[in-house]
């Protein structure tokens, strides 16, 4: 996420801290065997956390998170919520859903509604299988508000990210941004001006390829950074996003009370939670018409998909240690792991209940620190500079307009740039009332829909704050 983006930053659940028993994982510190893998939160554990946005760098091993889903061409026109799938009943087969859902969407008039009530942390879509370079377009329109945030982005398992992101407070402003494996570089965001984005339809393209991305605004180009000008040569590195990465949508509440300054700043201040879209409906929300997802299919080497599933065979987490393989994706239960895909299946003879003492689907009671903080540090470009250099890493609106060279190197003027750690997201009270049940406006509306959750959304950066402080 811009400023960062990466639309993860922290994850928020009802209590806004860690589980008693939950593990922590990150840079560095690995999880434990016993709950082997690490998930977009920052949180170690199994079942869900093996699946979709399990870092393999940071959990027991390289083998502990089970394979990705390897790329596929894929139209999503929102009419229904057929193909979205709850992450508390997702076991990994991308064949049945193209997106796993954290918080709660609606349908509604053609469009899925990510909504974000008083009392919890937004919503999150993310798609099912990863695309290893490609294009990949948006039709949406944004949220409104101080301290609302919509994103659409691209990130990887090791934390390589790609964004738009959009703060409520400002509709005429597209910001994008881009990191390597979550390292801050307050250099990299750059904005693209535009019509109306809470009234308007626009369709937010990215065109990833091993040499560029290309960001694009209903079909004219608003920036492009090409691949040659991000090397690091005091890291020895290239710092561009290079490894199989899902789709994500989001509505998250960059202004919480609970966050750091530095993003509620960046998010335009406080959510307000009796604004009228509340009032009327129930919660903030942003109307996706469509996605549609285009694989870059390489014959051979990066970007390939002839496979059934991606895996990495190497810490470097770069592309060459990606492999395109026919590992199996797929979970008995919630039980399982990347090493023990079977575990907890039912028998005949009966059926295997998790283990109390095992986390097996993020976000449920716990909070990780995930990879955007927003600004909330104070690091500078050296950080860009502060992971170790890994092994191989020499391998390699109308009439949108733009604020930045149409090609920049690295430079971007944007004012949302952010350190880039990666965005989480978990549902949960946002910490600043108890979660309520107050969707009266969204029975109104859409009277079939479930009520909104309490327990589970989308947690884009909401416990920085509590976080540290553990």
């Known amino acids: 996420m811009v400023r960062t983006s990466f639309l993860v930053a922290a994850l928020a659940t009802a209590s806004t801290v860690l589980a008693a028993d939950a593990v922590a994982c990150t840079t560095g510190k690995q999880c434990p065997e016993a709950t082997p893998c690490c998930s977009q939160y920052g949180q170690c554990g199994a079942g ?29 026109n929102f009419k229904s919520m057929d193909r ?9 087969d991308s064949s049945k859903t193209d997106w796993v859902m954290d918080g709660q969407a609606v349908a509604y008039n053609d469009n899925v509604l990510l909504t974000m009530a008083d009392g919890t942390v937004g919503t999150l879509l993310a798609s099912s299988t990863y695309m290893w370079y490609g294009n990949v377009k948006a039709t949406f329109k944004t949220s409104r508000g101080a301290g609302v945030v919509t994103a659409f982005i691209l990130l990887s398992d090791v934390k390589d990210e790609i964004d738009y ?68 040569a005091t890291a020895n590195r290239w710092d561009f996003p290079q490894t199989p990465a899902r789709v994500q949508l989001s509505l998250w509440p960059g202004g919480l009370p609970t966050n750091g300054k530095g993003t509620i700043d960046w998010a335009g201040g406080l959510v307000n939670w009796d604004a009228d879209d509340i009032k009327n409906n129930g919660y903030y929300y942003a109307a996706f018409k469509s996605v549609e997802i285009s694989c870059f299919n390489a014959k051979s080497g990066a ?21 395109d393989g026919n590992g199996n994706t797929v979970l008995k239960s919630f039980l399982g792991t990347g090493t023990d895909m079977d575990a907890g299946q039912v028998t005949p003879s009966g059926s295997s209940k998790p283990s109390a003492t095992i986390e097996t689907i993020p976000g449920l009671s716990g909070a990780g620190i995930g990879s955007n903080n927003h600004g909330d540090d104070t690091g500078s470009n050296a950080a860009a500079n502060s992971k170790p250099s890994s092994s191989d890493a020499g391998n390699s609106a109308s009439s949108p307009s733009t604020d930045t060279s149409t090609t920049d190197s690295g430079s971007g003027s944007g004012s949302g740039s952010g350190s880039g750690t990666n965005s989480g997201f978990s549902q949960g009270n946002t910490g600043n009332t108890p979660a309520t049940t107050k969707n009266n406006g969204a029975e109104r509306l859409v009277a079939s829909q479930e009520k909104v959750l309490k327990g589970s959304v989308f947690a884009g950066i909401v416990a920085v704050v509590a976080m540290m402080a553990l």
Not at 48 to 55: F, I, Q, V
Not at 171 to 187: E, H, S
Not at 305 to 319: D, L, P, Q, R
Request: net charge negative; aromatic share 12%; proline share 4%.
């Open 165 to 232: 992101e959009f703060v409520g407070a400002d509709l005429k402003t597209a910001q994008t941004n881009f990191y390597w494996q979550g390292v801050p570089n307050y250099a990299n965001s750059a904005n693209i001006t535009l019509s109306d984005t809470f009234n308007n339809y626009h369709t937010y393209e990215i065109d990833w390829t091993p040499d560029s991305i290309t960001w694009k605004i209903d079909g004219q180009t608003g920036r492009v950074k090409n691949r040659k000008d991000t090397w690091n």
């Open 84 to 92: 979205i799938t709850s992450k508390t009943a997702y076991l990994g």
């Open 303 to 323: 970007g390939t998909n002839a496979g059934k599933s991606y895996t990495y065979n190497n810490i470097a987490g770069t592309e060459k240690t990606v492999e």
């Open 48 to 76: 869900a956390y093996c699946l979709g946005g399990c870092d393999p760098l940071s959990s027991f091993s390289l083998k502990s998170c089970t394979p990705e889903p390897v790329c596929k061409d894929t139209i999503s």
